[in-house]
């Protein structure tokens, strides 16, 4: 698996999974949208540190900057 997800991706996702995950353990979001909510939360919180997206690859987007080439 190559790196399809920018830093900036991954800290944004960092963010929102963290807030997600407060939201739920605070009590705030509960029942079924609770648990989806923990749910997107983990996957955003793996996805940023793996630094790779399923959904990115077929989709065909990329936020990693391009590597540079070496001549």
């Known amino acids: 698996m190559k790196k399809n997800m920018g830093g900036a ?3 944004i996702r960092i963010i929102i ?3 997600l995950g ?6 705030t979001l509960s029942g079924t949208l609770g ?3 923990l749910v997107v ?3 955003f919180l ?3 540190l793996v ?4 959904l ?3 989709f065909g987007i990329r936020t990693c900057p391009a590597p540079k080439a070496e001549n």
Do not use: K, Q
């Open 9 to 11: 991706d991954r800290i």
């Open 17 to 19: 999974a963290v807030v």
């Open 22 to 27: 407060y939201l739920y353990f605070s009590g």
């Open 35 to 37: 648990i989806v909510a």
């Open 41 to 43: 939360g983990i996957v």
């Open 46 to 48: 793996l996805t940023s």
């Open 51 to 54: 630094g790779y997206c399923g």
């Open 56 to 58: 990115y690859s077929i």
